[in-house]
């Protein structure tokens, strides 16, 4: 086989009730426009039956997922680490998506069609199924980062997103290993280092189980948390 021209990132943590499906349904559709791929599925410490579970999938599959485990240390730096494998192995493409099933695979193929022209490409969350909740705190983030950071992340913190890895390492570099929320510190850095963006409309989808990285009650208390480490990050 080929060298992979594609990483698709999946951080995945106590994902028991979703892991199988995200995973059947994600790499049937990426084979139907490449072949050439690595699946780096990163258990971020899952205390429930996820690894198993996955490790069932290896022996289902084939060498092209890859299951990677490490303690918790949450869901922006297990993307980050990611990031960085698929950097050190030059591939050229990282893909990244969540494992709640959220992320629907019929739009890949935009993504994919365009990545030779755009440095990233974003999911844009024109519907969510996910609750009002979910798209004030979006709406909110977006924002603080106007109003603090002087940039505009049509959707910073979406998790549907094509990257180049060609120049993204020292990028990653400027973000420290505690950072919270780290996948807004990188749209924020890819923003200010004036990478050509592109945004795609997606339907983001109700999970198909388990609990959000994040309860919305803790979103206040995250996102001045978010605003200080902005302040020494930039």
Not at 8 to 19: D, G
């Amino acid at each position: 086989m080929t060298e992979p021209e594609l990483a698709i990132i999946l951080p995945v943590y106590n994902e028991q009730a979703s892991v199988r499906k995200v995973v059947l349904e994600w790499f049937q559709e990426i084979e139907n426009w490449t072949e050439n791929f690595s699946f780096l599925c990163l258990n971020d410490g899952s205390t429930d039956d996820t690894l198993k579970i996955l490790s069932r999938l290896r022996n289902q599959l084939d060498a092209r997922l890859e299951i990677l485990s490490h303690s918790n240390r949450g869901h922006g730096q297990t993307c980050l680490e990611g990031y960085r494998i698929a950097c050190k192995r030059n591939i050229p493409h990282i893909l990244q998506i969540d494992s709640d099933g959220q992320c629907d695979p019929q739009y890949f193929f935009r993504f994919w069609r365009l990545r030779d022209k755009f440095e990233v490409i974003y999911g844009i969350r024109k519907t969510r199924e996910d609750g009002w909740r979910r798209v004030l705190a979006s709406l909110v983030l977006k924002t603080v980062l106007f109003a603090t950071q002087r940039v505009h992340c049509a959707d910073a913190n979406v998790p549907y997103r094509l990257i180049h890895t060609e120049k993204l390492l020292p990028i990653l570099n400027k973000i420290p290993p505690d950072f919270f929320l780290a996948n807004v510190a990188l749209a924020i850095l890819l923003k200010k280092s004036h990478w050509t963006h592109h945004y795609i409309p997606i339907r983001f989808r109700e999970r198909y189980g388990g609990e959000p990285s994040v309860r919305f009650g803790k979103f206040t208390e995250k996102a001045i948390e978010l605003i200080k480490n902005l302040g020494g990050l930039l």
